[in-house]
C-alpha cells in the first residue's frame, strides 16, 4: 500500500511561482509511474503532469506545458511539480497519484492518491 502526501500549495498572484512537492512511503517508490492531477471547482479532475519510473519521459496537458516541470527524486521517494507563470485558470486543487504501469492521462487508470493541495491563483 502506497501512501502519498502533497505539500508546497497556497495562494500566489497571476504570473508567479509554486512548487508542489509529495512524498511517497509504503512501496517501492521506482516502481511506480507518477502524476499530477487536478480538480477546479466544478469541474472534473485533469491531468497535470507525469513522469515515468525512472524519469527519464515526463508528460503533460497542453494547458501546462513550457510553464510547469514534472521532476522525481527515487532516492528520496519524491515528486515534484514546479509551476512557473500561473494563471488564475491553475486555480484548483492538486492531487499527486502513482500506479504500477506505463504513465497515462486517465485519473481511473492510478491506484493510489494523495490527499490534495490547494493552489490559488489570483489576478
Known amino acids: 500500500q502506497v501512501q502519498l502526501v502533497e505539500s508546497g500549495g497556497g495562494l500566489v498572484q497571476a504570473g508567479g511561482s509554486l512548487r508542489l512537492s509529495c512524498a511517497a512511503s509504503?512501496?517501492?517508490?521506482?516502481?511506480?509511474?507518477m502524476a499530477w492531477f487536478r480538480q477546479a471547482s466544478g469541474k472534473e479532475r485533469e491531468f497535470v503532469a507525469g513522469?515515468?519510473?525512472?524519469?527519464?519521459?515526463?508528460y503533460y496537458a497542453d494547458s501546462v506545458k513550457g510553464r510547469f516541470t514534472i521532476s522525481r527524486d527515487n532516492a528520496k521517494n519524491m515528486v515534484y511539480l514546479q509551476m512557473n507563470s500561473l494563471k488564475s485558470e491553475d486555480t484548483a486543487v492538486y492531487y499527486c497519484?502513482?500506479?504500477?504501469?506505463?504513465?497515462?492521462?486517465?485519473?481511473?487508470?492510478?491506484?493510489?492518491w494523495g490527499q490534495g493541495t490547494q493552489v490559488t491563483v489570483s489576478s
Open positions: 497519484a502513482a500506479r504500477r504501469q506505463v504513465v497515462v492521462t486517465s485519473q481511473y487508470q492510478y491506484d493510489y
Open positions: 513522469i515515468n519510473r525512472s524519469g527519464g519521459s515526463t
Open positions: 509504503g512501496g517501492t517508490f521506482s516502481n511506480y509511474g
